[in-house]
Each structure stands twice: as structure tokens, then as C-alpha cells.
């Protein structure tokens, strides 16, 4: 990542940050971060704890199928490395080229770009955030404020546009990953990593398990600040939140997910700070779970 692209993302995560700050009332969104109920916190840790062994199983899962070698005990350790460097590095997918990269030269020796073991990393990652995409496309048309405004044929081209937005974010994915433009070989291998046999259930229950987990994270920061909001009004506005994180233009999603949380808290008639509150509350817990990452790269120096 060059030095240009790395300051223009802390420079959004900043101004965005700065913005909000200016924008609200500073007291109505740092008071119930300094209140943070530490019972709610912990059960946030144990949340991530089996996520992190989900997502080192079925990278390793996917790792197998792609005739690549991989011991839990270095994917669980990897997976740690990968998500703590993506909340301190910029564009939040440095970790997981860190991880591709580590694996292919534990592998070869080597640096391989295209290799298999790159695209275990790069498929093991897609599952989950096609499946992130879909809940929160759904989640968003779910909404009132969006129900009110669609009818008949109207919701039936939103339908067709939020298909498409899936479907080019796929291609997206898949051309920004290495090796990209090898389509025929990629699609034989995502077939044999993903929907042969009984793998296409086995793939498809990680993702929606690991996705559970990235919302249930949310609302336990929720209730870590005192928020009483039931949790079938929270559930809806979650998933579109966490998707901003994916667009690589901040560090960590920092600034563009809490704008999305006062955007949308807003529109469905919810205090806006809240959300911008609550959106800061599981940025400092994913921080707090990704510290044990930090460990490991101590360990590896």
C-alpha cells in the first residue's frame, strides 16, 4: 500500500471522526462509553473467541480442499495477526494479505501470488462477506422508512438493483484478489472449496455463523452503554452498518460506520448519537478482542 493511500485513509477516518464530533454533542456520545458495563464486554470477548475458532476452522477447511496444508493451531494464530492488523492498518484487508502471504511462503518458500494457498485466504473471506452483503441488503429494504416507499414494481426493481449490487461486488472481489483474471482455474477451485459435495452446507453454516457473531458483537456493545432499544429495532440497522466496513477508504471502517449508525439511526426515527455511541462502543470491543493478535507478532519478531 503506498504512503498516498495510507494517508488518505487515516485522513477520512479523522475527518469523518471530527465531523461527528462537530456535528454532536460530544457528552451525548462519549457518556456512555466511559460507562461501558464490564460483564457485557467480557461476553463480547467469548462472542470473538468462537469466532476466531470458526473462521481458523473453515480457513483451514477451505485450505484442505485446495490441497494445501494448514494446522489449526497456525490458522487459529494466523487469524488473530490478520484481524489486528486490519483494525490498526489502513483499508482493512492488510491482515488478510498478510496472512496469504505468510501461509504461500510457509508453503513454497516462497512468494506465490496466484497459488493456492492465496486464494484459500481469498475465498475463505468471500463466503462470509457475500452472505453480509445479502443480510444487509435484505435488512435494509426491511426497513420502514424504505418499506413506505416501495410498492409493486418498485419492489421488485429494488430487488433486481440489490441483486446486482451482490453480484458486482463478487466480481469486484474476485478481480481485486490475486490471480483474479485466471477465471476458469478460480471457478474449478471455488467449486471444489465450496459446493461440492456436502462443503456447500459445511461453507454456508460458517458464514452465517460468523456473520451471527459480527451482529451479535453489535448488540452487546448495545447493552455495554446502557442502550435499551429492543433488540428486533437494533437487528435491522446492524448488518448495513457493518457493511460499510468493507468499503477500503478508512482504517478499521473507523468514521465511515459510525456515520452510517447516525444516518441511519436517524432515519428510523432513533437518536442519532446512539448510534454513533454504540458504533464507537464495538469499534473499541473488536479492538480490545484483536489485541491478542498483537501478541502474536511480538512472538514472531
Same mark, same amino acid.
Given at each position: 500500500?503506498?504512503?498516498?493511500?495510507?494517508?488518505?485513509?487515516?485522513?477520512?477516518?479523522?475527518?469523518?471522526?471530527?465531523?461527528?464530533?462537530?456535528?454532536?454533542?460530544?457528552?451525548?456520545?462519549?457518556?456512555?462509553?466511559?460507562?461501558?458495563?464490564?460483564?457485557?464486554?467480557?461476553?463480547?470477548?467469548?462472542?470473538?473467541?468462537?469466532?476466531?475458532?470458526?473462521?481458523?476452522?473453515?480457513?483451514?477447511?477451505?485450505?484442505?480442499?485446495?490441497?494445501?496444508?494448514?494446522?489449526?493451531?497456525?490458522?487459529?494464530?494466523?487469524?488473530?495477526?490478520?484481524?489486528?492488523?486490519?483494525?490498526?492498518?489502513?483499508?482493512?484487508?492488510?491482515?488478510?494479505?498478510?496472512?496469504?502471504?505468510?501461509?504461500?511462503?510457509?508453503?513454497?518458500?516462497? *512468494?506465490?501470488? =496466484?497459488?493456492? +494457498? &492465496?486464494?484459500?485466504?481469498?475465498?475463505?473471506?468471500?463466503? !462470509?462477506?457475500? #452472505?453480509? %452483503?445479502?443480510?444487509?441488503?435484505?435488512?435494509?429494504?426491511?426497513?420502514?422508512?424504505?418499506?413506505?416507499?416501495?410498492?409493486?414494481?418498485?419492489?421488485?426493481?429494488?430487488?433486481?438493483?440489490?441483486?446486482?449490487?451482490?453480484?458486482?461486488?463478487?466480481?469486484?472481489?474476485?478481480?481485486?484478489?490475486?490471480?483474479?483474471?485466471?477465471?476458469?482455474?478460480?471457478?474449478?477451485?471455488?467449486?471444489?472449496?465450496?459446493?461440492?459435495?456436502?462443503?456447500?452446507?459445511?461453507?454456508?453454516?460458517?458464514?452465517?455463523?460468523?456473520?451471527?457473531?459480527?451482529?451479535?458483537?453489535?448488540?452487546?456493545?448495545?447493552?455495554?452503554?446502557?442502550?435499551?432499544?429492543?433488540?428486533?429495532?437494533?437487528?435491522?440497522?446492524?448488518?448495513?452498518?457493518?457493511?460499510?466496513?468493507?468499503?477500503?477508504?478508512?482504517?478499521?471502517?473507523?468514521? *465511515?460506520?459510525? =456515520?452510517?449508525? +447516525? &444516518?441511519?439511526?436517524?432515519?428510523?426515527?432513533?437518536?442519532? !448519537?446512539?448510534? #454513533?455511541? %454504540?458504533?464507537?462502543?464495538?469499534?473499541?470491543?473488536?479492538?480490545?478482542?484483536?489485541?491478542?493478535?498483537?501478541?502474536?507478532?511480538?512472538?514472531?519478531?
Amino acid at each position: 500500500m503506498s504512503m498516498r493511500s495510507t494517508v488518505f485513509r487515516l485522513g477520512v477516518s479523522v475527518g469523518l471522526m471530527l465531523g461527528l464530533a462537530w456535528w454532536f454533542n460530544p457528552s451525548e456520545v462519549v457518556g456512555p462509553l466511559g460507562q461501558m458495563r464490564p460483564g457485557w464486554v467480557l461476553l463480547a470477548v467469548l462472542i470473538s473467541f468462537a469466532q476466531i475458532v470458526m473462521l481458523a476452522w473453515r480457513w483451514q477447511f477451505t485450505a484442505r480442499h485446495l490441497g494445501v496444508e494448514l494446522a489449526f493451531p497456525v490458522a487459529w494464530r494466523e487469524y488473530y495477526l490478520s484481524i489486528f492488523l486490519n483494525q490498526v492498518l489502513p483499508g482493512g484487508v492488510m491482515g488478510d494479505v498478510s496472512r496469504a502471504w505468510r501461509h504461500a511462503r510457509a508453503q513454497h518458500r516462497e *512468494l506465490e501470488q =496466484s497459488g493456492p +494457498a &492465496v486464494r484459500a485466504v481469498v475465498f475463505e473471506r468471500l463466503s !462470509a462477506q457475500v #452472505v453480509m %452483503v445479502v443480510l444487509a441488503t435484505v435488512s435494509l429494504l426491511a426497513l420502514p422508512v424504505v418499506l413506505e416507499r416501495l410498492t409493486g414494481s418498485r419492489a421488485l426493481i429494488a430487488g433486481l438493483v440489490a441483486a446486482v449490487v451482490v453480484l458486482a461486488f463478487v466480481v469486484w472481489k474476485w478481480r481485486r484478489s490475486p490471480g483474479g483474471s485466471r477465471l476458469g482455474r478460480m471457478l474449478t477451485e471455488l467449486s471444489m472449496s465450496h459446493y461440492s459435495g456436502r462443503v456447500l452446507t459445511l461453507q454456508l453454516a460458517s458464514a452465517i455463523f460468523v456473520v451471527a457473531t459480527y451482529l451479535a458483537t453489535y448488540l452487546v456493545a448495545s447493552r455495554a452503554i446502557g442502550m435499551e432499544t429492543p433488540t428486533l429495532v437494533l437487528l435491522p440497522l446492524v448488518a448495513p452498518v457493518l457493511m460499510t466496513m468493507l468499503v477500503p477508504v478508512t482504517v478499521a471502517g473507523w468514521g *465511515l460506520r459510525e =456515520s452510517a449508525a +447516525a &444516518v441511519l439511526w436517524g432515519a428510523v426515527g432513533l437518536t442519532a !448519537a446512539d448510534g #454513533v455511541a %454504540v458504533s464507537i462502543a464495538y469499534g473499541l470491543i473488536v479492538l480490545l478482542c484483536s489485541l491478542p493478535g498483537a501478541f502474536v507478532l511480538l512472538f514472531n519478531r
